[in-house]
């Protein structure tokens, strides 16, 4: 009886583990699908830029950890290094802590433990030095890639590169611009910025000379897309801000680089040679993408040395030091082969002009007055912008010009009238041989459109009376809306909305109705608020937020109202809606815009061309048309890249390119305006799509460009499960099943 009650209570055991074994093996591993990759969720930014720059993630790429090995959570890490930095830093009475290396001072995070404290490192050498000091970095490694080995010294000591050095000082989490506050002068704290680790040395010891490190491939392991999700969660392998500062400081290069754009504020954008990562646009660039930020572009500051454009390249490979200054991260270079010129042309328009049809064109021409006086806009630049209408857009029909400022430019004495700015401009253009454009526009009320103090910018117009005409009517006032009866507008041009506080200190969008072949056509110029305002990309703030998009959204509803009036009161009634948008062809502004009316043209346009302004190392499509429905298919569109992707050096007359249209009269429009085929796209122009749904991937990309600019969703994937096998489950819980019913048959015998 007893040896049978033993067989029963392990019949009972191993019949209930069996069991519990047998539902595992069919369970979710856990884990396996809840567990996700970190969200990568970051609004599009462009915080300094007076038009543009962006950010925002969508599902990335994640590169892997350069941690080898290791399955210790960061935060564990960080414990357990803190604790080791403990013991390897000896306390010394009445001197600093002596430090076993940079590594320990620069620690796992965005600032240093050691700030504002005394310390003593050795063994390390000098790898750049400027005016302020100089670089170092640990000779022997620490060997852990979430810590940098280098940092900037604060010094007047004289040393050179390949100096060994001692050094005494206290830490400081410090601003790079600081240093170059002159004395009697103020420093103010950059806002939205980050800090770099230096150490103000008090004591600097020469031992010898040392070999440099070798420089760290600095692309090869950056997470792509993705700047940071949290500022306060540390994480260099899969968020772009926190992998440069694990490398602050320190030698990097960039294999034998390209040249993305021009030259801005003596910084060079650069992608590595045969980098395949991200798709590439028809000149080699990197297209902003909805939900992304293209964080292999590396910044190079290299002063006045070089006349850069789109599609040069360097010889060589980059070599420089890791530095943060304007609120971007960027090398400092030690060592820059030779510039080589890339062959990149400026453009003319694939569009002509044709006597049964309309061209208009819109041209962002950068702060325009008659002004000529010294920082206002030189005679240079009016006869660079007027040979651009003549000889690279073809002299449209009708130009709506974006930023134009009064004819005094910035003189801050209550001038608001722009007509000497955009007569001085027309002229130009028939001096140099174009057609006799008339202008029009209604001038803002004094300092109340933002821009410049005193410029009082605008948008406004240039038309040929030869070949279209303005409708004749009273023109609006400053601060009388635009509005419409029996279908047309009542005042001719007149401003939208121009009260609402959703255009407070920003442009109002200007409307005027032309008649052009027996056809009525309401064109729109429009410059939206500015991005002044956002988070900056690689600030403090992060995920960075793109606070100033909500009124451009909402700025973009009020003029799809004003559509809709004007199709409710006339179906048959066009509309072209033009200018600087201050946001992308993807974006929800872009959205709000054309609602159900209006078909945007940029978003239907060749994915590998959809850009007119370049900011800091990503093409952008700022600049838009946007039709209305009922010319769907009688449009023919084209950026024009003549400016953007420049330096004044090559001929750039603004920092936008211009985009033009071309509506096709010449059958009857309201017959055609069903029709879905689209013309032929052999000359690069791209043909609209009959309906607004129109997918944005109808013109595809060829085999390099596959995704660009594309607003495909994607699915995010949880992270790779580890350690876990249903089949082993499987095979015990079923070995357990045959050994409980073997037991079961001998209780019975």
Same mark, same amino acid.
């Given at each position: 009886?007893?040896?049978?009650?033993?067989?029963?209570?392990?019949?009972?055991?191993?019949? &209930?583990?069996?069991?519990?074994?047998?539902?595992?093996?069919?369970?979710?591993?856990?884990?396996?699908?809840?567990?996700?990759?970190?969200?990568?969720?970051?609004?599009?930014?462009?915080?300094?830029?007076?038009?543009?720059?962006?950010?925002?993630?969508?599902?990335?790429?994640?590169?892997?950890?350069?941690?080898?090995?290791?399955?210790?959570?960061?935060?564990?890490?960080?414990?357990?290094?803190?604790?080791?930095?403990?013991?390897?830093?000896?306390?010394?009475?009445?001197?600093?802590?002596?430090?076993? =290396?940079?590594?320990?001072?620069?620690?796992?995070?965005?600032?240093? /433990?050691?700030? @504002?404290?005394?310390?003593?490192?050795?063994?390390?050498?000098?790898?750049?030095?400027?005016?302020?000091?100089?670089?170092?970095?640990?000779?022997?490694?620490?060997?852990?890639?979430?810590?940098?080995?280098?940092?900037?010294?604060?010094?007047?000591?004289?040393?050179?590169?390949?100096?060994?050095?001692?050094?005494?000082?206290?830490?400081?989490?410090?601003?790079?611009?600081?240093?170059?506050?002159?004395?009697?002068?103020?420093?103010?704290?950059?806002?939205?910025?980050?800090?770099?680790?230096?150490?103000?040395? &008090?004591?600097?010891?020469?031992?010898?000379? %040392?070999?440099?490190?070798?420089?760290?491939?600095?692309?090869?392991?950056?997470?792509?897309?993705?700047?940071?999700?949290?500022?306060?969660?540390?994480?260099?392998?899969?968020?772009?801000?926190?992998?440069?500062?694990?490398?602050?400081?320190?030698?990097?290069?960039?294999?034998?680089?390209?040249?993305? *754009?021009?030259?801005?504020?003596?910084?060079?954008?650069?992608?590595?040679?045969?980098?395949?990562?991200?798709?590439?646009?028809?000149?080699?660039?990197? =297209?902003?993408?909805?939900?992304?930020?293209?964080?292999?572009?590396? /910044?190079?500051?290299?002063?006045?040395?070089?006349?850069?454009?789109?599609?040069?390249?360097?010889?060589?490979?980059?070599?420089?030091?890791?530095?943060?200054?304007?609120?971007?991260?960027?090398?400092?270079?030690?060592?820059?082969?030779?510039?080589?010129?890339?062959?990149?042309?400026?453009?003319?328009?694939?569009?002509?002009?044709?006597?049964?049809?309309?061209?208009?064109?819109?041209?962002?021409?950068?702060?325009?007055?008659?002004?000529?006086?010294?920082?206002?806009?030189?005679?240079?630049?009016?006869?660079?912008?007027?040979?651009?209408?003549?000889?690279?857009?073809?002299?449209?029909?009708?130009?709506?010009?974006?930023?134009?400022?009064?004819?005094?430019?910035?003189?801050? @004495?209550?001038?608001?009238?722009?007509?000497?700015? *955009?007569?001085?401009?027309?002229?130009?253009?028939?001096?140099?041989?174009?057609?006799?454009?008339?202008?029009?526009?209604?001038?803002?009320?004094?300092?109340?459109?933002?821009?410049?103090?005193?410029?009082?910018?605008?948008?406004?117009?240039?038309?040929?009376?030869?070949?279209?005409?303005?409708?004749?009517?009273?023109?609006?006032?400053?601060?009388?809306?635009?509005?419409?009866?029996?279908?047309?507008?009542?005042?001719?041009? %007149?401003?939208?909305?121009?009260?609402?506080?959703?255009?407070?200190?920003?442009?109002?969008?200007? %409307?005027?109705?032309?008649?052009?072949?027996?056809?009525?056509?309401?064109?729109?110029?429009?410059?939206?608020?500015?991005?002044?305002?956002?988070?900056?990309?690689?600030?403090?703030?992060?995920?960075?937020?793109?606070?100033?998009?909500?009124?451009?959204?909402?700025?973009?509803?009020?003029?799809?109202?004003?559509?809709?009036?004007?199709?409710?009161? =006339?179906?048959?009634?066009?509309?072209?809606?033009?200018?600087?948008?201050?946001?992308?062809?993807?974006?929800?502004?872009?959205?709000?815009?054309?609602? =159900?009316?209006?078909?945007?043209?940029?978003?239907?346009?060749? %994915?590998? @061309?959809?850009?007119?302004?370049?900011?800091?190392?990503?093409?952008?499509?700022?600049?838009?048309?946007?039709?209305?429905?009922?010319?769907?298919?009688?449009?023919?569109?084209?950026?024009?890249?003549?400016?953007?992707?420049?330096?004044?050096?090559?001929?750039?007359?603004?920092?936008?390119?211009?985009?033009?249209?071309?509506?096709?009269?010449?059958?009857?429009?309201?017959?055609?305006?069903?029709?879905?085929?689209?013309?032929?796209?052999?000359?690069?122009?791209?043909?609209?799509?009959?309906?607004?749904?129109?997918?944005?991937?109808?013109?595809? /990309?060829?085999?390099?460009?596959?995704?660009?600019?594309?607003?495909?969703?994607?699915?995010?994937?949880?992270?790779?499960?580890?350690?876990?096998?249903?089949? *082993?489950?499987?095979?015990?819980?079923?070995?357990?099943?045959?050994?409980?019913?073997?037991?079961?048959?001998?209780?019975?015998?």
């Amino acid at each position: 009886m007893k040896k049978q009650a033993q067989h029963k209570g392990l019949l009972y055991t191993a019949t &209930s583990l069996a069991s519990v074994l047998a539902l595992l093996s069919f369970a979710q591993p856990v884990g396996a699908e809840e567990t996700v990759a970190p969200s990568n969720s970051q609004p599009p930014t462009s915080a300094e830029s007076p038009s543009s720059s962006a950010s925002s993630t969508s599902e990335s790429s994640v590169s892997p950890s350069t941690d080898s090995g290791e399955g210790k959570t960061s935060s564990t890490e960080a414990v357990e290094r803190q604790e080791d930095a403990t013991v390897a830093t000896q306390s010394v009475a009445d001197g600093p802590e002596v430090v076993a =290396n940079v590594g320990t001072i620069q620690g796992e995070a965005q600032a240093s /433990p050691y700030e @504002d404290r005394e310390v003593q490192v050795s063994n390390v050498v000098v790898t750049k030095t400027d005016r302020s000091g100089f670089y170092v970095q640990d000779v022997t490694p620490d060997g852990n890639s979430r810590t940098s080995d280098a940092l900037y010294v604060v010094s007047k000591e004289k040393v050179d590169v390949g100096d060994k050095l001692s050094l005494e000082g206290r830490v400081k989490e410090g601003y790079m611009e600081e240093l170059s506050v002159r004395q009697g002068q103020t420093f103010n704290k950059p806002s939205d910025s980050l800090t770099v680790t230096m150490l103000v040395a &008090s004591k600097v010891t020469k031992e010898g000379k %040392a070999d440099l490190p070798a420089p760290v491939d600095i692309v090869a392991n950056m997470p792509q897309d993705t700047v940071d999700n949290d500022i306060n969660n540390y994480q260099p392998q899969s968020e772009a801000l926190d992998y440069w500062e694990s490398l602050e400081g320190m030698l990097t290069t960039v294999k034998k680089p390209r040249v993305l *754009g021009p030259q801005y504020r003596g910084d060079i954008y650069l992608l590595p040679e045969g980098y395949q990562a991200l798709p590439l646009n028809n000149i080699g660039g990197l =297209n902003l993408r909805p939900n992304a930020q293209n964080t292999a572009t590396i /910044p190079v500051y290299v002063g006045n040395k070089f006349i850069a454009k789109a599609k040069d390249y360097f010889n060589g490979d980059v070599v420089g030091v890791v530095t943060y200054r304007g609120k971007i991260y960027k090398l400092e270079p030690t060592q820059l082969p030779d510039l080589v010129d890339g062959g990149l042309q400026r453009q003319v328009s694939p569009i002509y002009p044709s006597e049964d049809k309309l061209t208009i064109a819109s041209y962002n021409i950068e702060n325009f007055s008659a002004n000529a006086k010294k920082g206002e806009t030189p005679e240079e630049k009016v006869t660079r912008i007027a040979n651009s209408f003549i000889n690279e857009i073809h002299s449209p029909d009708i130009i709506t010009l974006i930023e134009v400022q009064d004819e005094n430019g910035s003189v801050n @004495d209550g001038t608001t009238s722009g007509v000497k700015s *955009g007569e001085k401009l027309a002229a130009r253009i028939k001096e140099l041989g174009g057609k006799t454009y008339k202008y029009t526009e209604v001038a803002p009320l004094d300092g109340q459109d933002g821009g410049k103090p005193g410029s009082n910018i605008r948008v406004a117009f240039l038309y040929d009376p030869n070949r279209v005409k303005l409708v004749e009517k009273e023109a609006g006032t400053s601060d009388e809306a635009a509005s419409f009866s029996g279908g047309h507008l009542v005042k001719n041009p %007149a401003r939208i909305a121009p009260t609402n506080p959703a255009f407070t200190k920003v442009r109002k969008s200007l %409307a005027a109705e032309f008649e052009f072949k027996g056809q009525n056509i309401v064109v729109i110029a429009n410059h939206l608020k500015s991005k002044i305002g956002d988070d900056a990309v690689y600030g403090s703030a992060q995920p960075a937020v793109q606070h100033t998009q909500a009124a451009r959204i909402e700025q973009a509803k009020i003029l799809n109202s004003f559509v809709q009036e004007g199709l409710r009161q =006339n179906p048959n009634l066009k509309f072209v809606l033009t200018g600087d948008f201050n946001d992308f062809e993807f974006s929800e502004t872009a959205k709000a815009l054309a609602g =159900n009316e209006l078909i945007n043209l940029m978003q239907e346009h060749d %994915a590998a @061309d959809r850009y007119s302004y370049f900011y800091r190392g990503s093409n952008q499509s700022l600049d838009n048309i946007f039709i209305s429905k009922n010319l769907a298919g009688k449009a023919v569109f084209a950026p024009v890249h003549i400016n953007a992707s420049f330096m004044e050096e090559h001929g750039r007359a603004s920092d936008h390119d211009p985009v033009v249209v071309q509506l096709d009269f010449s059958k009857d429009v309201a017959a055609l305006s069903s029709d879905s085929s689209q013309p032929s796209q052999s000359t690069g122009q791209s043909s609209v799509a009959a309906e607004q749904g129109a997918s944005s991937q109808t013109n595809s /990309p060829s085999s390099n460009q596959t995704g660009q600019g594309q607003t495909v969703g994607s699915k995010k994937k949880g992270l790779p499960q580890t350690g876990q096998n249903n089949s *082993g489950w499987t095979v015990l819980g079923l070995t357990l099943l045959m050994f409980a019913f073997t037991l079961k048959k001998r209780s019975r015998n």
